[in-house]
């Protein structure tokens, strides 16, 4: 099967779209990537998105308007990967304008019929509300790609993807999920501060460079480490609506550090809060795996390991798995969970009543493509 996975995050940088072919073995998959591009999001586009995003609230206009506007950008970025090449399925996470796990209520814009005209082709999408509507958080819901990716028989292993909001997934030995949640903000409160300071000239702190340069404010770090979300239990979620503009706005000694200080604290804020989550997880000596965009801050990751001296910590790339690439990668798998109506979610991770199937289908010659789903299943 070849399909394009579609994937935008809480870092608002761009359309990450991986085309890949997928096989299944077993219970699992044989995945490979074939071609991977992230397209950034126009200027205008971006700017139209924090104006609907929390704290602030747009019109149901605004928001109607840039659902069709994603769903445009969304196929421009699967066309991009295709080169002439026919598809089977696209798998679309869309864009988050809204998510709320402890209410079950969460939203994902970006239309899945147009890119369903752009591509020719049934597009899966909406994965998060099925498992909001059994009860649960809609978040993470990467963990099943994870131990099909990088679980191990007889090593301890966490995958971490730092987008904007920090996630893990803990891999014991064997290889199944014991638990997975949002850590806390991994780049998100970074890129705000570098935005503001910059007036937008600049949107990330590339590869850590000025949080290197700085020094970390010590009384202002632990304020923020105090936050009542890190010492809750799993299952939980969260998003900007927590961890957006307000947070920064709550702690005002942000304002009278400088653009070097501020960077280098709020990147130990990111450290703090993965180590804590990572040495409460009780997995000894584990193979700390990275991806997303947080993967290639340098001064991040180098003040991750401090923190974690029994830990190896590397990138997935040194699994074959490109950092950058592993979310697009993981929404293609859904979408095929999606077609085969097999539960996806894990309801101890996200707190559902009970398994389900996940995702919603804009259906393209779809007799066709189920039939070879039953083919793929059943080979001969």
């Not at 830990?311 to 690439?325: K, L, T």
Request: proline content about 6%; aromatic content about 6%.
């Amino acid at each position: 099967m070849i399909a394009v996975g579609l994937m935008s995050g809480t870092s608002l940088d761009g359309i990450d779209a991986a085309l890949v072919e997928l096989m299944p073995r077993d219970d699992g998959y044989a995945i490979e990537l074939l071609r991977f591009q992230t397209l950034p999001f126009e200027r205008e586009l971006a700017e139209e998105l924090v104006v609907v995003l929390p704290p602030r609230h747009g019109s149901v206009e605004e928001v109607a308007r840039l659902h069709h506007r994603l769903g445009q950008a969304f196929a421009s970025a699967a066309c991009s990967v295709l080169d002439g090449e026919r598809v089977d399925y696209v798998a679309s996470h869309g864009q988050t304008i809204f998510h709320d796990g402890e209410s079950c209520v969460t939203l994902q814009i970006g239309d899945a019929f147009v890119i369903r005209e752009a591509v020719g082709a049934t597009v899966c999408y909406d994965f998060r509300s099925a498992d909001c509507a059994a009860g649960g958080t809609g978040a993470p819901l990467v963990p099943f790609v994870d131990a099909l990716l990088f679980g191990a028989r007889r090593e301890n292993r966490i995958a971490v993807n730092i987008g904007g909001i920090a996630n893990l997934t803990l891999l014991p030995k064997g290889g199944a999920v014991a638990s997975a949640f949002d850590a806390g903000p991994g780049n998100m409160l970074i890129d705000l501060f570098i935005a503001q300071r910059t007036d937008g000239a600049e949107r990330f702190d590339r590869d850590g460079a000025c949080a290197a340069r700085g020094t970390v404010h010590e009384p202002l770090l632990e304020r923020m480490l105090a936050d009542p979300y890190f010492a809750a239990p799993p299952p939980k979620s969260t998003g900007r609506e927590r961890f957006g503009a307000q947070f920064l706005a709550a702690h005002p000694g942000v304002e009278a550090l400088g653009l070097d200080d501020g960077l280098a604290t709020l990147t130990e804020v990111t450290a703090a809060v993965l180590a804590r989550a990572i040495e409460h997880s009780g997995l000894e000596h584990p193979h700390v795996i990275l991806s997303g965009g947080g993967a290639h801050n340098r001064t991040l990751i180098t003040r991750l390991q401090a923190r974690l001296p029994d830990a190896n910590v590397e990138r997935s790339d040194a699994m074959g798995v490109p950092a950058d690439a592993k979310e697009a990668m993981a929404f293609a798998v859904l979408g095929y969970e999606t077609l085969r109506e097999r539960v996806a979610n894990v309801p101890r991770v996200t707190g559902a009543r009970r398994g389900v199937p996940l995702g919603a289908i804009a259906p393209y010659e779809l007799k066709a493509l189920l039939q070879k789903v039953q083919r793929e299943l059943s080979p001969a």
